[in-house]
């Protein structure tokens, strides 16, 4: 499977992102018009693992209404400023949610599925887990 970006520059510290499949995102080093690279990445991570977690649930017919990945990061204090800890909490909402089934979700998208996840871990990034359900009527 291959994926595409590109990246234009877009003047001062901001460059327009397209994705291969067509999409456009405004990067941005100074937060004016978008996201920064690193905050990307982190809704990269966030995006694949939710996919995950929601998808594996939704297959063991949990009743999940909404998911939400908080995520925390810790980044050196040196150049390159590469993340050294990452903390992905969900906030698992739904009916009658199984404990143990949104247990098992989050650690197979972990050390299974979200290939973001893993790739930083293989780079040496600490990267910790954590849920909390929330019951909905």
Same mark, same amino acid.
Not at 46 to 52: K, P, V
């Given at each position: 499977?291959?994926?595409?970006?590109?990246?234009?520059?877009?003047?001062? &510290?901001?460059?327009?992102?397209?994705?291969?499949?067509?999409?456009?995102?405004?990067?941005?080093?100074?937060?004016?018009?978008?996201?920064?690279?690193? +905050?990307?990445?982190?809704?990269?991570?966030?995006?694949?693992?939710?996919?995950? &977690?929601?998808?594996?649930?939704?297959?063991?017919?949990?009743? %999940?209404?909404?998911?939400?990945?908080?995520? +925390?990061?810790?980044?050196?204090?040196? %150049?390159?400023?590469?993340?050294?800890?990452?903390? &992905?909490?969900? %906030?698992?909402?739904?009916?009658?949610?199984?404990?143990?089934?949104?247990?098992?979700? %989050?650690?197979?998208?972990?050390?299974?599925?979200?290939?973001?996840?893993?790739?930083?871990?293989?780079?040496?990034?600490?990267?910790?887990?954590?849920? +909390?359900?929330?019951? &909905? +009527?």
């Amino acid at each position: 499977m291959s994926m595409s970006a590109k990246v234009k520059w877009d003047g001062d &510290v901001r460059f327009q992102g397209t994705t291969g499949s067509g999409f456009d995102v405004m990067i941005d080093g100074e937060l004016q018009k978008g996201p920064r690279p690193m +905050e990307l990445m982190l809704l990269g991570l966030g995006g694949c693992t939710s996919y995950d &977690v929601v998808g594996i649930l939704k297959k063991t017919r949990q009743d %999940v209404v909404d998911c939400v990945a908080e995520i +925390e990061a810790e980044r050196a204090d040196e %150049v390159p400023a590469v993340f050294t800890k990452i903390h &992905v909490k969900f %906030v698992v909402s739904g009916r009658g949610l199984n404990e143990k089934k949104v247990e098992r979700a %989050v650690k197979l998208s972990a050390e299974q599925y979200c290939s973001a996840s893993l790739m930083l871990e293989k780079g040496g990034v600490e990267i910790t887990h954590g849920y +909390e359900i929330v019951e &909905v +009527e």
